[in-house]
């Protein structure tokens, strides 16, 4: 079974809109972290947001927030207030575990931002 | 303030020739990390470390060697290289865990590696 399902491959949004990117998870651990990557055009990967499992409160940088659902083992990237620059793939990730440093990576999802 | 790097960032190579990725950090990060991503797809680990002198293997290893001589180095060998070897490699680093923190890796920009 996939550990991280990224369910839309691609999707166009429109420049201002707000936009929300899905990762859903598998694990049995009760002890887990998730991470949102960005991988722009150019190639490099850039860390966006990580949310904790005990954490109390959505995570929020900037124009990013986590809708964090733990029960439905969802966490959701939404991107506020969308721009032509986060037009790029966007991956979802896991740790499982308090002393795990590998990360599960999911399939991606390819956004462009129409002006 | 560099970060990963990762030398050379494009390669192409003959089915069976050898060669080696570079990829050093200078955050003093302990654990550090060989990824590959295969078009449209997400990252795949290779091999990984926690520290000078301790490797380990990942996903998908067959075919790579690595070594961990220092902190900050961490190259990636790939032998007898064969068209299923053609990739875009990522190397990664991240500071030491303390439970379940946010301690991100951090990526080098990627090497770029056709197998013709």
């Known amino acids: 079974a996939q550990k991280i399902t990224q369910t839309q491959p691609g999707m166009f949004v429109q420049e201002k809109e707000a936009v929300t990117l899905d990762c859903t998870y598998d694990t049995s651990d009760p002890s887990y972290g998730l991470f949102w990557y960005k991988q722009p055009s150019s190639g490099e990967m850039i860390f966006l947001i990580y949310q904790g499992s005990y954490d109390q409160q959505n995570a929020t940088e900037g124009r990013y927030s986590l809708n964090f659902q733990k029960a439905r083992k969802s966490a959701n990237l939404v991107i506020s207030a969308s721009q032509l620059g986060d037009s790029a793939m966007y991956f979802c990730a896991m740790r499982e575990g308090p002393s795990n440093y590998q990360l599960i990576w999911g399939a991606g999802t390819k956004l462009i931002i129409k002006p | 303030n560099a970060g990963v790097t990762q030398t050379p960032k494009f390669r192409i190579l003959k089915i069976g020739q050898s060669m080696t990725l570079q990829c050093t950090q200078d955050?003093?990060?302990?654990?550090m990390y060989w990824y590959r991503q295969d078009p449209g797809m997400g990252l795949k680990l290779i091999y990984y470390s926690v520290g000078a002198g301790i490797t380990d293997k990942g996903e998908v290893p067959n075919g790579y060697n690595v070594s961990r001589s220092t902190t900050e180095d961490f190259p990636l060998r790939l032998e007898l290289a064969a068209p299923s070897q053609t990739s875009v490699y990522f190397c990664a680093s991240s500071a030491s865990l303390t439970g379940v923190r946010n301690q991100p890796q951090h990526f080098g920009d990627g090497t770029r590696l056709s197998i013709l």
């Open positions: 955050m003093n990060h302990n654990y």
